[in-house]
């Protein structure tokens, strides 16, 4: 079932599933572009090993799939790990913590301050700094609920890494879990077409 749907108001509470199955005559499996991001990462990806880990995509929004002890976890209605929502200094996570982030607080395109911190601007690349202060305090949120081993960042703004990581960490830090933020590793994904592997992943998931 397809509770809500942000971008498309008029879907509420839509059979999604039943309706695809009682036209192809297939089995059918349904789930969010992050939580495939994080399971097609755990199976071929950065997470391949790992017990318990967080997918990341970090693009014009936030958002995230959790697994835990090898298994997705999506929550009892589907909403676990929409940590973009929670709320964070006057506003909500993905604000701060997005590609938003350039549009919201300096009304710049993010495409357009990513080329100019690739050709060395340093107003380009204190802005990423700052969106990779906002970004390593939502991370430490997900740490202080979930203490996982690996988180791993997807999306377009995982290109901008050598910009933001360094303030990110800076923020994780400052964790009070003191094996926590010494034992967590954050990994960018190398896979091009994780939800993609991770849709087609979800039959192994449900039957594991």
């Not at 939580?35 to 970090?58: H, P, Q, V, W």
């Not at 700094?129 to 305090?137: D, Q, R, S, T, V």
């Not at 939502?138 to 690996?150: Q, S």
């Amino acid at each position: 079932m397809v509770y809500d749907v942000v971008n498309i108001p008029s879907w509420k509470q839509v059979p999604l599933r039943k309706l695809i199955a009682d036209r192809y005559h297939l089995p059918v499996f349904i789930n969010n572009d992050a939580n495939c991001f994080a399971l097609g990462e755990f199976y071929f990806g950065k997470g391949r090993g790992s017990d318990s880990m967080i997918g990341l995509t970090i693009g014009t929004g936030l958002g995230s799939g959790i697994i835990i002890n090898k298994k997705l976890y999506p929550g009892k209605h589907g909403g676990a790990g929409e940590f973009g929502m929670i709320d964070y200094l006057d506003k909500y996570v993905e604000y701060y913590a997005s590609g938003q982030f350039f549009q919201n607080v300096y009304q710049v395109d993010g495409q357009a301050v990513f080329k100019k911190a690739e050709e060395g601007d340093r107003e380009a690349m204190k802005m990423y700094e700052e969106m990779g202060a906002h970004l390593g305090n939502a991370i430490k949120m997900v740490l202080y609920a979930l203490d996982v081993e690996l988180i791993v960042l997807g999306g377009s703004v995982r290109k901008a890494w050598p910009y933001f990581n360094t303030s990110m960490w800076r923020q994780i830090k400052t964790l009070a879990f003191q094996k926590a933020k010494e034992n967590v590793r954050i990994e960018i994904s190398e896979l091009e077409n994780s939800g993609i592997l991770g849709a087609a992943a979800l039959y192994y998931d449900v039957h594991s």
